[in-house]
Nanobody, 125 residues
Framework: VQLQASGGGLVQPGGSLRLSCVASGIDLKDWVVGWFRQAPGKGREGVST????????WYADSVKGRFTISRDNVKNTVYLQMNSLKAEDTAVYYCATSYLSITYYDPKDVQYSHWGQGTQVTVSS
């Protein structure tokens, strides 16, 4: 199983980025897929998730209305569209999968078994 996260970069406040999480070895539609982030000196926090099956979606309060998670089952990819970026969004972003449907809600990193390598997002003027 391999998850490949990409799409990070340097962007000015108010800008946008789209992160991609491509999987090999598993079919992402059968898994809960989550985006997490870790800022310098802080723990890893859940940002957004999409469940298996009916595709329930969860967002952290800090990103609601600005970030959108989506799936492309044909490409076996999950995206995180990030708009209106703020300096406090600066972090390494990871995608991860969980086989337990309930873990889509208010996710904790210990609940997720497969992890991508992370992609750096820096929001700065």
């Amino acid at each position: 199983v391999q998850l490949q996260a990409s799409g990070g970069g340097l962007v000015q406040p108010g800008g946008s980025l789209r992160l991609s999480c491509v999987a090999s070895g598993i079919d992402l539609k059968d898994w809960v897929v989550g985006w997490f982030r870790q800022a310098p000196g802080k723990g890893r926090e859940g940002v957004s998730t999409v469940s298996d099956g009916d595709g329930k979606i969860w967002y952290a309060d800090s990103v609601k209305g600005r970030f959108t998670i989506s799936r492309d089952n044909v490409k076996n990819t999950v995206y995180l569209q990030m708009n209106s970026l703020k300096a406090e969004d600066t972090a390494v972003y990871y995608c991860a999968t969980s086989y337990l449907s309930i873990t889509y809600y208010d996710p904790k990193d210990v609940q997720y078994s497969h992890w991508g390598q992370g992609t750096q997002v820096t929001v700065s003027s």
